[in-house]
């Protein structure tokens, strides 16, 4: 009797082995997938920072032309969308929106002289 019960759990440790790996391969494709969003956003917080930092430049005369207009090109440089501009002085705000599957992500940043 002993026998026979032995016999019917053959291959059960293959069956584990599989089913193993397909988690882990599943937790390695979450890993990835987050790495990826994080990944975008940085693009999308990097967009805002050169964005800002053009249009302080602008506003100190440094690069020619107004400073949202060229604000707006950088952001579009990287990709992103320019969603609102205030320059008050030499200090320039900006917030940029930009699509990350399907979600949308909105950053601001600010570039002046400190304060």
């Given amino acids: 009797m002993r026998r026979a019960a ?13 089913a193993l790996i397909a988690v882990l391969a599943l937790a390695a494709l979450a890993a990835v997938t987050v790495g990826a969003l994080l990944a975008a956003r940085q693009r999308v917080v990097a967009a805002a920072d050169a964005g800002a930092l053009a249009a302080a430049d602008a506003a100190l005369g440094i690069h020619p032309g107004a400073p949202c207009a060229v604000a707006a090109d950088v952001v579009a440089a990287h990709g992103a969308e320019l969603v609102s501009c205030d320059v008050a002085g030499l200090v320039a705000t900006i917030e940029v929106g930009a699509r990350i599957v399907g979600m949308p992500v909105s950053v601001r940043a600010r570039a002046g002289p400190p304060r």
Wanted: aromatic share 0%.
């Fill in 6 to 18: 032995l016999r019917d759990d053959r291959g059960s440790g293959g069956v584990l082995a599989l």
